[in-house]
């Protein structure tokens, strides 16, 4: 079983449509829970994280964590094509030698002007 | 320039070539990170260094050779590569072994 399972998508949504993003994991561990965006041809770049469980909330995007279930969600309202990109979730375990994050493989995210 | 560069780009080589793919931080951070991205895979953790020193190395094969001269470089030799090496390799910095690190664009090893 892999540590982080993502959909890799690809998921098209018309402009102006409420999008859910999802991963789940196995590690009870993890306290740290991040959202990656990497357009194409590009590094990913941190939109957010969230620390334990709860929600967090910045602009149209909002990340969500519940711990019990082992599963994160970034919700994107209002979506622009300009969102079109693959979206990563990771995480980690605080302390230790380093922060290692775990990533998801992607959502390939195309939003439909 | 700002934030994580890399170069090159793009890069083709043989299998018997040897190689180095260069990435240059303008955050001051102290922690640099080499990460592999393939098709349809999480990106994986190769290496990591924080204040020049190697603290993490993850079971990579040796005919990838990570150097830190300073704070703000980081350098990745490559030699007798395989193809199923090709792949987008980015390198990432982060103010200590901070969670949020910052990502070069990349460079795209095509191994042939």
């Known amino acids: 079983q892999k540590e982080v399972e993502q959909d890799p998508g690809p998921l098209s949504v018309p402009e102006g449509a409420i999008v859910s993003l999802n991963c789940t994991y196995s590690?009870?561990?993890?306290?740290?829970f991040m959202w990656y965006r990497q357009y194409s041809r590009k590094g990913p770049e941190l939109l957010m994280y969230?620390?334990?469980?709860g929600n967090k909330e910045d602009g149209r995007f909002t990340a969500q964590v519940d711990k019990s279930s082992k599963y994160i969600s970034l919700f994107i309202r209002d979506s622009q094509p300009s969102d079109s990109a693959t979206y990563l979730c990771?995480?980690?375990?605080?302390?230790?030698?380093?922060?290692?994050?775990?990533f998801g493989t992607g959502t390939l995210l195309a939003v439909q002007p | 320039e700002t934030g994580v560069t890399q170069t090159p780009r793009h890069l083709v080589m043989g299998m018997t070539n040897k190689k180095s793919l260069k990435c240059e931080q303008h955050?001051?951070?102290?922690?640099m990170y080499w990460y592999k991205q393939s098709a349809k895979k999480p990106l994986e953790l190769m290496f990591v260094?924080?204040?020049?020193?190697?603290?993490e190395n993850n079971s990579v094969p040796s005919r990838f050779s990570p150097e830190c001269p300073n704070s703000s470089h980081l350098f990745l030799h490559l030699h007798t590569l395989q193809p199923e090496d090709s792949a987008l390799y980015l390198c990432?910095?982060?103010?200590?072994?901070?969670?949020?690190?910052?990502f070069g664009p990349g460079t795209r090893l095509t191994v042939t």
């Open positions: 260094y924080n204040f020049k020193e190697q603290t």
């Open positions: 590690n009870s561990a993890f306290q740290y």
């Open positions: 990432a910095s982060s103010p200590g072994l901070a969670i949020e690190q910052y």
């Open positions: 990771a995480m980690t375990t605080p302390g230790g030698a380093t922060n290692k994050l775990i």
């Open positions: 955050l001051g951070h102290n922690a």
């Open positions: 969230t620390y334990s469980s």
